[in-house]
């Protein structure tokens, strides 16, 4: 069998969370606009739950999601923090956005069902496969509550699906994966960073009160050990990212648009996969992907077998599966 490497960006979850920017499509909101309402609807569980804080924390933070909204991105806006010093707004940007997707995961319980079929669908006797792999530009975990429906029912105690390797966040699966199934290429909401551990489960849902004295396991793609301290994370993501794009035979995008900010990321994954890679899925409504030529290096028989998939109902299975 193949090897198989699924490369998803928002779009994998668009069915349960907001797109980075305004859809006009289907008339949903941007991820700013979704954060300014969170912080408007949340503000009197906002004081409740962190001790000490009063209007003006709030005020903050709505301030903070009101200029993500003029930026048109709260990674636009991210980037310019960082690049003007102004390190706290930066880290409460971060921590806004954990505690958005905590929330609508947990809370909201919002969840693509797209990723439950695809788990049901390539899981062979009990046990995802090992030749499928899953590099994740997404902070939400749609994935793992994927992995949690889909585990059978059995004393174990175990609560994922057998095979099921998740990092960073391993505390959400096997520990100690140098060969993750799933990997999510900037961190993951919901987690602190653990310079032991690598991940710290955050229990609180509104949980701001750690701001200036921990870190959050969520990262933007130019972030490195200079700018935030979460060194083993940087340490080790591009080495196992490469390691998988590496044994990649066939690509499959799906709800991925190779953003700036990613692409030098972007570029050392398609590096490592060009001496193998033979075949390249990209599934969008819209996008054909012949846009990856222009981008990145790819050897000839790449090039010339780049799949359209327009469908978005599922994701893609290709059929050499």
Known sequence: MPNITYLIGAGASANALPLIKENRETNKNGLAKELMSFVRNNTSTLLQYNEGWDSSAIKKLTEIADTCLEFGTPDLYAKFLMETGDY???????????????????IRQSFDYRALTFLTTITQSQKIPENIKILSWNYDVQIELAAKKLKPISPSGYPFVQGFKCWPNLEDGEQNSNNPFLLHLNGVAGFFYSERSLSQKIDNHFHFKSVLDKEILLSFAWEDENIVKN????????????????????????????????????????????????????????????????LFDLNEVARNNIIHVAQTENYHIPFEL
């Open 231 to 294: 060194n083993t994370f940087f340490e080790n993501r591009l080495k196992i990212t490469k390691n998988i794009a590496s044994q990649t035979e066939i690509l499959v995008v799906i709800g991925y648009s190779f953003p700036f900010f990613n692409r030098k990321i972007d570029k050392e994954i398609f590096e490592s996969m060009n001496p193998s890679i033979r075949k390249i899925y990209f599934q969008d409504p819209f996008n054909n992907g012949e846009r990856i030529k222009e």
């Open 88 to 106: 706290l707004n930066y880290k409460l940007l971060k921590n806004l956005l954990s505690v958005y997707f905590k929330f609508e995961q947990e």
